[in-house]
């Protein structure tokens, strides 16, 4: 079964400490992976995005992932959280053999404390 | 580039009445898009899959005869909720894919229903 996993629904972090969201995958296929930033009660904007090109994807806003086969994982990271970095972060997951449909995981939740 | 718009951006009606939301990809043709539902503090779930000029595809356990989805330009596609209720008040959000072969999908801001 094809399915992605957000392993904490919560994150809470102080200003300008390191930020780490992680995820992982299940797939019996390569899948392209996504993060995505939700702010409250808006749309979903893309962070970045993985598909079998380098391993270390950059994103927007000093957002990056590392796509680690071995661990099945693409976990979220950056260095510094800033107040506006608050929000709920999505990882997903799509799969060529699914015509392309997302995958959703649970979502985290991303608390920065001033 | 690559945006995406729903109109409305909130709407609140009576229960029985029905309800169309518009989404528009401004600067790009989406040959596909994707309806999604979201609940409060949960993910988005995937309503159905509409191609230009087709049918739209839907997922197991959603009720095509209460969302009629149309898709009937390269950059428009509608989504109707016919015959309201309170249940299906949520928070709807559209994305489009363009034809380039890319899989990454750009979303809309989202449409609030609220039905009394």
């Known amino acids: 079964a094809q399915s992605v996993t957000q392993l904490d629904s919560h994150v809470s972090v102080s200003e300008g400490t390191p930020v780490l969201l992680r995820c992982n995958y299940s797939?019996?296929?390569?899948?392209?992976l996504f993060w995505y930033v939700q702010h409250p009660n808006k749309g979903l904007q893309l962070l970045l995005k993985?598909?079998?090109?380098?391993?270390l994807v950059k994103g927007i806003n000093g957002f990056e992932a590392e796509f680690k086969k071995s661990e099945t994982s693409f976990h979220l990271t950056k260095p510094s959280a800033h107040m506006s970095d608050a929000a709920e972060y999505f990882c997903?997951?799509?799969?060529?053999?699914?015509?392309?449909?997302?995958?959703f995981g649970q979502g985290t939740e991303l608390s920065v404390k001033p | 580039g690559a945006v995406v718009s729903q109109h409305p951006s909130r709407v609140i009606c009576k229960s029985g009445t029905s309800v169309k939301i518009e989404c528009r990809s401004l600067d790009f043709q989406a040959t596909t898009m994707f309806w999604y539902r979201q609940f409060p503090k949960k993910s988005l779930m995937l309503m159905a899959t509409?191609?230009?000029?087709?049918?739209?595809?839907?997922e197991q356990g959603v009720e095509k005869d209460k969302f009629l989805i149309n898709h009937a330009s390269l950059t428009l596609s509608t989504l109707t909720v016919t015959s309201a209720h309170p249940e299906d008040s949520s928070f709807y959000i559209c994305?489009?894919?363009?034809?380039?072969?890319?899989?990454?999908?750009?979303f809309g801001p989202g449409t609030r229903l609220l039905v009394l």
């Open positions: 993985y598909t079998s090109a380098a391993t």
């Open positions: 997903v997951v799509s799969f060529y053999n699914q015509g392309g449909k997302l995958i």
């Open positions: 994305s489009a894919r363009d034809g380039t072969g890319s899989e990454t999908q750009y």
């Open positions: 509409s191609n230009e000029g087709s049918k739209a595809t839907y």
């Open positions: 797939s019996s296929y390569s899948p392209s």
